[in-house]
Each structure stands twice: as C-alpha cells, then as structure tokens.
C-alpha cells in the first residue's frame, strides 16, 4: 500500500517523497479515503501514529479540488488545538504537506501580542489553527468570522474536555456554518468524549490507531490457511514454537475468547480474556497482568481491545478474521512500535476465505501464506457460500435457498465505518 493507491494528488505525494514518506500509517489508511469522500470522522489516535496528516492530507486535497481566495479573516479551515504546542506542530504539518500547494495557514494562541496575528488575518487565511481562547478573544472583535469554513478538525478533544475548554468549544461551534465537514480526533474515547464528538458530526466514520507509528509494511504478516477444529493446535505449536513475548488474540465473540484463554491455561500457557461480561475488576487486573508480563496471551473481542493502551505488543494472532476489513487494520496495528517490527498471525479456515478476499482488497496486498503442519487446502480453495459462514441455526442448504432468492438483487451497501467490531 502506497500514498499514490489511496489518490494523493501529485503535490502532495511529492512533500510526502521529500519528507520520506511513502507507506500510510493505519491511520491515514483507514481515515483517507472517507476523508477525500467527504464523510465526517470520528478517529481515537495518539500523538505518534501519523495522525496529522491522516487529516491535513485530505483537507488540502480537497481544497485544491475547489480553489478560491479567503476574503479577510474569513478561513476555508478551522483546526481546534488545546495547547500552543500542538496548535504549532499542526500549523507546521500544513506547511510541509502543503509545501507544493499556495495555501495560507495560521495559527494562533494566547500569551503574545494579538497584533501579528491581526494583521496576518488581514491578509487573508485559508486555514487557520487556533487554541479556543484567542480564536473566541479575536472572534468577538470581528477579527474572525467563521461562516465560511468548510472544515472544521478539533484535536484532542479529550485534552480539550480536560482543560475545561468545554463551553468555549461550544461556542466555536455554534458560529460555524451548518454545512460543514468535522473531524474530531482523540487520544481516548470517554463515554462523555463520544457524545461529546457525536453530538457535532453528521454519521461519522470512526477509525482506531494504537500507539503504533509503523506502517503496515513493518509489520510482518502471514496468513495460516487452516480448518476450525485445528485451531487450537496451531495457535499452541506457534506460541510454544515461536519467540512470542507479548501476544494479543482476537477471537470473533465473547464466548470463544474464553473459550480460547481457557485452551491456552489447560495447556500451562498464562493467558487471559477481556470481553464486555468481564466485569471492570476483572479487565483491569486482566490488563495489569499483560501489561507486567504475568500472562503472555490476552485474548480479546474487537469491543474489548478498543481503546486498551498497551506498549511492545510483538504478536497479534487474529484467531478468528474479522468479518469487516477496516478491523483487521485495527487489529495489526496494535503491534509494531517505533523502530520495532511487528508480526501479525491470521487464522483463515474455509468459511472465513471470503473476509480474506475483502481484507486484500482493502489493504491492496496479497497477505504471504504460511507453510504449517495443519495447512488446510479447503480453506485455501474455498470459494462461493463454502467461504461463507454459516448464520446460526441455519444448515448449508437453508443458506443457499436464501441466496438463490435473493439473486437478482443488488448486493447490499457495505457501510461505510469503519466501526464494526470494535
Ligand atoms: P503525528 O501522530 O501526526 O504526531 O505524527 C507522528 C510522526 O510521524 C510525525 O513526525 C510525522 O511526521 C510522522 N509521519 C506521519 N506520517 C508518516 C508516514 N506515513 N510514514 C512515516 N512517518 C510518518
């Protein structure tokens, strides 16, 4: 996967070139496309996983698809910072991805002299980033008008929420136009953050990175084509064959994470499970013993890994693969830190093929097979409703009648968030 397959435009894949860049983070992979298709975003991310230009690259591409000037004082772009720090670092990503671009950025904070920043306003900016105090101080002197902005971003809003910036971004809001793209990012993703960011977006895509800078080409993946019942089997020969410290297990539902954690213990290897039954007490002491290296394996649901913070994760095994693509990029993410690699195992037997196909599409990368003992060819070869699940309580034969119905039919839209399986 490159910047070029996700439709950069020539100018910015040159600043990309130039800074070095070639592979998208997890983040700028999954938040990209919906940007440059207009949706709003919903993105839990720290600082460190390529964030900031998973937002800046698409604004300024879709501000060049457009180009008109900013009268003064009246910006295409608003981006919300809590800090002067981070409001800085943004104002200069704008600088160097848009370095090939003649776009007019500023930012703007409090504690210095509001006249420079006046008279660049004058001037006329197209994307101004700001902290919330200065922006409202200069707003209420008509310095700044905000009825013209086309993108709005609000960084760390966690952050935001933290330093009491609440009213203040509300306010904000309340001046810009309604028709509008947002685009909130957080660190983490509170119950009060999410309706917080939920209450400002109109059907947001959400999208995860975990502490990873890496780009899917550090991590290491392979795929181990495999039938059901030698799961098991495989997921111990490689844990006690392979030098694996840290191992995060994806299994598809609550009671087959357990049921996995529990194989493992039978099997003297210290594992664990986090799913939504387990109680807080329970996750946190699960947590806490992964994180020490007390147990080596913790298996987890999609829901249950969402948001868990947790540095020098070596393996992710995805024992079951996730029936939405935009998952698995969640899922490998979580290993490969900066400077270290990472290596994602994926289980496929012949019912899963079909979530495979849909993964390398999205990805754009053929996944290297795995040579193994329980390789299985039908799970290789599967094609059709044998690379289907089964729905419960539904033979194979109910399943195909139900298809040939259907025939004829437009396929389904897939949804277009990234969420499902979180
Ligand atoms: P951020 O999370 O936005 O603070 O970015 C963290 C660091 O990663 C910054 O120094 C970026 O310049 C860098 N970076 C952003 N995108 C990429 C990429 N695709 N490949 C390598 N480094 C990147």
Not at 8 to 36: C, S
Not at 76 to 86: Q, S
Not at 270 to 283: L, P, T, W, Y
């Amino acid at each position: 996967m490159s910047f070029a397959n996700l439709n950069i435009i020539d100018p910015l894949l040159r600043a990309l070139a130039k800074e070095g860049y070639t592979t998208p983070t997890p983040i700028q992979m999954l938040a990209i496309p919906p940007l440059l298709d207009g949706k709003d975003l919903v993105g839990i991310a720290q600082t460190g996983t390529g964030k900031t230009a998973a937002f800046v690259l698409p604004i300024l591409q879709r501000m060049m698809a457009e180009r008109k000037s900013s009268p003064p004082g009246v910006p295409r772009v608003l981006v919300l910072a809590p800090t002067r720090e981070l409001a800085a670092q943004i104002g200069q990503s704008f600088a160097t991805y848009g370095q090939f671009l003649r776009f007019r950025h500023l930012v703007i904070f409090g504690g210095v002299r509001q006249g420079p920043q006046v008279q660049m306003l004058s001037r006329g900016v197209d994307i101004l980033i700001a902290t919330p105090g200065r922006l409202l101080d200069l707003m209420n002197q008509g310095y700044i008008e905000l009825k013209g902005v086309e993108f709005f971003v609000l960084d760390e809003i966690d952050r935001m929420l933290d330093m009491g910036f609440i009213k203040d971004v509300r306010r904000v809001v309340s001046a810009l136009p309604k028709k509008r793209n947002s685009l909130f990012f957080s660190a983490t993703m509170s119950k009060q953050t999410g309706e917080f960011a939920e209450s400002f977006l109109c059907d947001p895509v959400h999208v995860e990175a975990a502490h990873s800078t890496c780009t899917l080409d550090c991590i290491d993946q392979s795929i181990f084509f495999v039938d059901q019942n030698s799961k098991n089997s495989l997921l111990l020969e490689l844990i006690r064959e392979g030098d694996m410290e840290r191992v995060l297990v994806f299994a598809r539902t609550k009671h087959r994470a357990d049921k996995v954690a529990l194989m493992l213990e039978k099997n003297r290897i210290r594992a664990d499970a986090i799913h939504g039954n387990k109680s807080q007490n329970q996750r946190e002491k699960a947590m806490h013993n992964f994180k020490s290296g007390h147990i080596q394996v913790l298996v987890a649901t999609d829901i249950a890994a969402r948001g868990i913070d947790i540095d020098d994760i070596t393996h992710v095994v995805n024992y079951d693969l996730p029936n939405e693509p935009e998952s698995y990029v969640h899922r490998i993410g979580r290993t490969g830190r900066a400077g270290a690699s990472g290596t994602a195992f994926s289980f496929c037997a012949a019912d899963e093929r079909s979530f495979l196909r849909d993964i390398e599409r999205l990805t754009r990368e053929q996944i290297k097979v795995a040579e193994h003992q329980f390789h299985s060819e039908k799970a290789e070869s599967a094609v059709g409703a044998a690379a289907k699940p089964v729905p419960p309580n539904r033979s194979r034969v109910t399943q195909r009648s139900i298809q040939t119905k259907s025939m004829g039919k437009p396929a389904p839209r897939r949804s277009h968030t990234a969420r499902v399986g979180y």
